[in-house]
């Protein structure tokens, strides 16, 4: 709500929490604690709708939106996108849905943790399968883009097994880690820069964690798997050898690479011309993005 009012977009929003909507009209911005109310008035303005709640929430709302604003364009910022279709698609929303997850965030969530400012320059996936409406696609990316981030075009598989590495393993590790350092008497005293770094997501909320995790558990699996895998064999050179070269040396070399990629400004695809799905999620998948909306054809794709 708060970047996209600030891009002077005309924004409503809802929250089951009494509390949340209070603070949120407090702050002077449009908000109830009324779903019905909400989409009502969704409804009858064709606003976008965006869903903003954790994964395990979806199937109430979308039911509920399903009976009273089944006609409005539709997108979610959630971090699992095929869970997310599959359950679009049981209630027969998906000819509307585009499927979206912004990069950004903190660990701390409610009202208070949000700021306009938290999308600029972020990454945000905007989803390119094959049942995507290219009006609807391009309604999506435009907000994304009002909001200062990047528009990264993928699938929804193929965002699921990157975000399990980046995302849901890093969660993982992060709460190793903790749980490890929590055993140690002295080490809360001793932590400093590289524990807090190295932990920082482990200050999510556990029902967060869980929900982006379990939902994504078939992307999640070979990545942490790999990650145990890497670590066992660290730990058996480190037992046999006293080294752990291969694992710092092939982990620092990534991390290189990482800091020195540059996303290329995706160009000359015309949304809603023949294949044009397959054109942007290959231009993603090679590391481009798109910075202004494209070219949209008035037929459908």
């Not at 400093?192 to 929900?211: C, E, I, K, N, Y």
Request: glycine share 8%; net charge negative.
């Amino acid at each position: 709500m708060r970047a996209a009012a600030a891009a002077g977009r005309d924004v409503f929003g809802y929250n089951r929490s009494v509390e949340a909507a209070t603070a949120a009209r407090s702050d002077g911005f449009d908000a109830t604690h009324r779903l019905d109310e909400a989409l009502q008035r969704a409804a009858g303005s064709d606003a976008l709708i965006v869903l903003a709640v954790p994964a395990p929430a979806l199937p109430i709302l979308l039911r509920y939106i399903g009976e009273m604003a089944p006609d409005n364009p539709l997108t979610d910022v959630t971090s699992v996108k095929a869970a997310v279709l599959q359950t679009v698609q049981a209630v027969g929303l998906e000819d509307n849905f585009v499927g979206g997850h912004p990069m950004a965030g903190t660990t701390h969530s409610g009202w208070s943790a949000g700021n306009a400012r938290m999308f600029v320059g972020a990454p945000w996936v905007v989803c390119v399968d094959d049942h995507v409406d290219p009006h609807c696609w391009a309604t999506v990316t435009e907000l994304a883009l009002d909001c200062g981030a990047v528009v990264v075009p993928a699938r929804s598989d193929e965002h699921d097994a990157a975000a399990a590495a980046i995302s849901h393993l890093p969660h993982l590790v992060a709460e190793a880690v903790a749980a490890t350092a929590g055993e140690v008497p002295l080490a809360f005293t001793l932590a400093a820069g590289s524990f807090r770094d190295v932990t920082r997501v482990a200050a999510t909320s556990p029902d967060l964690v869980r929900a982006m995790c379990e939902t994504n558990a078939e992307q999640v699996l070979p990545v942490l798997e790999r990650t145990i895998e890497l670590l066992t064999h660290a730990s058996a050179a480190l037992t046999q050898h006293r080294s752990v070269t291969e694992l710092v040396d092939d982990g620092h070399a990534a991390r290189t690479r990482y800091d020195g990629f540059s996303r290329n400004e995706i160009a000359g695809v015309v949304v809603g011309a023949e294949n044009w799905r397959e054109e942007l999620a290959a231009a993603g998948r090679a590391g481009g993005v798109i910075r202004s909306v494209p070219r949209v054809r008035d037929s459908r794709g």
